[in-house]
């Protein structure tokens, strides 16, 4: 359910007023009950009632949440000159513990439009438009879909099969998971300065941002020492500040009488840290998500050499496993012990650990430009990211890891002693040490893709008039048409990552059409 209302108010054209308030409330519920029934007498009748009587079980489900909001807004500007906005809102979560729900976030913005100040204009008379920007804003957020709805409360659990009690099979009821009973809103600052320029009759427009944003209750599950025996739920004992930047500049013109094109371009960038975290810093391999001084989703993994080509080599190098031998990959020995671990696992001793990057996209960017001469017109969009490290599971890219997992073509490039120059390890039932995070499986996945692609005629309008039509248009359009990316040759190196450019096939679209407009 949702009510908004709003009402306007100029005051000698002069001063503008704007005013909005409204309530929000949504009520989510799921019930699902599910019975099974096994070893049914005939295969041509599906019914419950043919199945083996000490085989049945039923279960069922309830899930439910609700949130409440309450709002308002008020814009002001005084000649389309100084801008002000302020905004509160009042929200409520059931997702959260009851006495911590409901929690105000207000946020205020200005602006001024420089360009409108007679001095300037005098002054600075190509600019079209000249504003400065500014933001302070705070909002809440209860919704961490990868956790349950009521883990403030001590849930009891049901062992997944029975034991024998007094000559019976009966089942145990358990709390399995530690609650969370002061669990509340994740608090989030945001303060914001940018600047918009349009110049030469806003042929050219540019538009900046610089931003800093503070979550300072962060929620995240906490890593306990394993005698306390019970799993942790969300708690807001983390937080996490990121600074970033966007810019946007674009351009147009038109050429002669009916040569119109533009060109538009968009790069931005962030970084962030968790500044705090109050359960125990953990340095493991993979993707490591909250780990205080580091970005979030930071990958740990050894740091890849090549491969062992001989029993010598291997018996002359650092421990790896008592298994390691000829093909294997080989990890550097960081710390310079002899062994290859990962230390105790802590910020100060994490082994032969190396940070190879984090999977958070860096310099996302994308550009569109497209002219129309002569009822023709094209228009194409590009989009990528510059920078962003993803680890791959090693179980699904090295065949024999289970048992099934045969190789594909591609990994048929594997070391034996006549091939020694291999993409991947030799051939090892279980993987073996090869199976470890480390460089060698971790990509580069910078790309840049063609998204879309549109090419159109529009007929005379002389021609389409005489059949009845106001004006018709033949086109051709196509969704993810291109990528080129980044791919790991060998093994990556963090220091220098240096990568091939590959082109390769993903979903496309195509549609060729007619508008018609009568």
């Known amino acids: 359910m949702q009510f908004l209302a709003d009402y306007s108010l100029d005051i000698k054209e002069q001063h503008h007023f704007h005013v909005l308030g409204g309530y929000q409330f949504e009520n989510y519920r799921s019930e699902t009950v599910a019975a099974t029934a ?5 295969n041509d009748l599906f019914s419950l009632n043919l199945g083996d009587p000490t085989q049945y079980s039923a279960s069922d489900d309830i899930s439910t949440w609700a949130t409440q909001s309450v709002f308002a807004r008020l814009n002001y500007n005084y000649r389309e000159k100084y801008f002000l906005e302020a905004t509160i809102r009042d929200d409520g979560s059931s997702r959260l513990a009851p006495g911590y729900r409901y929690q105000n976030f207000p946020s205020v913005s200005v602006g001024w439009q420089v360009a409108k100040e007679e001095w300037f204009h005098k002054a600075m008379p190509v ?4 504003k400065l920007r500014a933001s302070d804003g705070r909002l809440g957020n209860s919704d961490l879909s990868n956790f349950g709805d009521y883990d403030y409360i001590a849930l009891i659990s049901k062992t997944t099969s029975a034991y024998p009690f007094n000559n019976q099979k009966v089942y145990g009821y358990y709390n399995a998971t530690l609650a969370s009973p002061q669990k509340t809103w994740e608090k989030i600052e945001t303060k914001n300065i940018g600047l918009d320029i349009a110049v030469l009759d806003n042929r050219l427009t540019v538009s900046g941002d610089y931003y800093i944003k503070e979550n ?13 025996g019970l799993g942790t739920s969300q708690y807001n004992y983390a937080a996490l500040k990121t600074h970033g930047w966007e810019i946007n500049v674009g351009w147009k013109d038109i050429l002669g009488k009916d040569f119109n094109y533009w060109i538009n371009a968009n790069i931005a960038d962030s970084k962030n840290e968790v500044t705090k975290y109050l359960g125990k810093s ?7 998500g909250v780990v205080e001084g580091l970005p979030i989703n930071t990958i740990w993994g050894y740091q890849a050499t090549g491969l062992f080509s001989s029993q010598q080599q291997v018996d002359d190098y650092a421990f790896i496993s008592n298994n390691t031998g000829p093909g294997d990959i080989i990890y550097k020995d960081v710390n ?3 062994k290859i671990n990962a230390g105790k696992g802590t910020i100060k001793d994490h082994g032969d650990l ?10 996302t960017f994308g550009f569109d430009l497209g002219f129309s001469v002569h009822g023709f017109d094209f228009s194409a969009f590009f989009q990528g990211v510059g920078k962003r490290a993803m680890i791959v599971n090693s179980a699904f890219v090295l065949p024999f890891v289970s048992s099934w997992r045969m190789p594909n073509q591609d990994q048929m490039d594997y070391w ?5 120059d291999a993409r991947y390890p030799r051939l090892y039932m279980g993987g073996g040490s090869n199976t470890l995070t480390s460089s060698w499986w971790v990509q580069n996945t910078a790309y840049l893709r063609l998204k879309n692609l549109q090419v159109g005629y529009t007929l005379p309008a002389g021609m389409t008039r005489k059949a009845g039509i106001a004006a018709a248009r033949i086109f051709f359009s196509g969704q993810d048409l291109w990528e080129t990316s980044g791919m790991w040759i060998k ?4 220091e220098n990552p240096t990568n091939a450019s590959t082109t390769y096939p993903f979903f496309r679209s195509y549609a060729v059409g007619l508008n018609l407009t009568f």
């Open 216 to 228: 300072s209750n962060m929620l995240v599950t906490v890593n306990t020492t394993a005698m306390i």
């Open 336 to 338: 310079g012990d002899g």
């Open 282 to 288: 953990i340095i493991a391999e993979g993707v490591n």
């Open 354 to 363: 190396v940070n190879l990057g984090s999977t958070t996209p860096r310099y």
């Open 127 to 130: 600019f079209n438009q000249f």
């Open 491 to 494: 093994y990556y190196n963090p």
């Open 416 to 420: 034996t002693p006549e091939h020694m």
């Open 38 to 42: 096994k070893n049914l007498s005939s």
